[in-house]
């Protein structure tokens, strides 16, 4: 069968160094050239796919944050976020304040302090007209220790929060929304207008399981040991790519 869309997941190739990596993708130009649809993936931050997309002009969006967004440099009316749930904001900024943790909220319309954002989202909740509640999209906090940031990271498994964090920095840790990336990619592929059962998917089998489920065909890489579900096929050589493309392009 003949594909007419491909998800990848760069994660796998993330241990190699920015000339490496876009020579091991180049042979994505080739579908870039006949106008199909690459969607890259990754767990990490948009500067992390940005280059690769400017360099082989590939222009479909990437799911990005562990599916919490939605970005592109080139077509902006495709990007989008997923927000972080009422509850989850508050549980996490009481957290940060019991602590004495430095943190902001990053909202659609920019930075908000907590106070503010409690006061406008009790105002919504008695249907005042006059106010909009604000979408948190991040919660930023400032730390250094290391214990804090693994009772963090407690918190959230204990208290079953849908969000996840990420260190980017020493002292920064940016928590975003925990979204099952097959859903970011469905809701993509509708305002795309594409039939995902004509898509292959590559990753890693069980971690992009919920992709793989999503289209018509699914490649796990590097998990020699690993169940593959059905329309899973496995492979372990990291030429994966290349044939893939030469197989069913």
């Not at 003949?2 to 579908?31: A, M, P």
């Not at 993936?41 to 500067?47: E, L, R, S």
């Not at 919490?68 to 904001?89: G, M, N, R, W």
Request: aromatic share 10%.
């Amino acid at each position: 069968m003949e594909y007419s869309g491909l998800v990848l997941d760069i994660d796998n190739f993330k241990f190699l160094d920015k000339n490496k990596f876009i020579n091991k993708i180049q042979v994505l130009k080739c579908l870039v050239d006949k106008d199909i649809p690459v969607v890259l993936y990754t767990d990490g931050d948009p500067k992390l796919v940005e280059s690769a997309m400017r360099d082989l002009h590939i222009k479909e969006p990437a799911i990005v944050m562990e599916g919490a967004k939605v970005y592109s440099p080139f077509q902006c009316e495709y990007s989008f976020d997923f927000h972080l749930s009422i509850k989850t904001v508050k549980e996490l900024c009481l957290w940060a304040k019991e602590r004495d943790i430095c943190f902001e909220l990053i909202t659609d319309n920019g930075k908000i302090n907590y106070e503010k954002w409690s006061v406008e989202v009790k105002s919504f909740l008695l249907n005042c007209p006059m106010i909009d509640c604000p979408s948190v999209l991040e919660v930023i906090m400032y730390t250094s220790n290391e214990e804090i940031k693994n009772e963090l990271s407690k918190f959230i498994s204990k208290h079953y929060l849908e969000c996840c964090s990420r260190i980017c920095e020493d002292k920064v840790i940016f928590i975003n929304s925990r979204v099952d990336k097959g859903i970011t990619l469905r809701c993509l592929a509708k305002k795309k207008k594409w039939n995902l059962k004509n898509f292959i998917a590559i990753g890693q089998y069980p971690k992009d399981v919920s992709l793989f489920e999503e289209v018509g065909l699914g490649i796990s890489v590097d998990e020699e040991n690993a169940e593959a579900g059905k329309n899973i096929e496995k492979s372990n050589k990291m030429d994966v790519l290349n044939e893939c493309i030469s197989n069913y392009f």
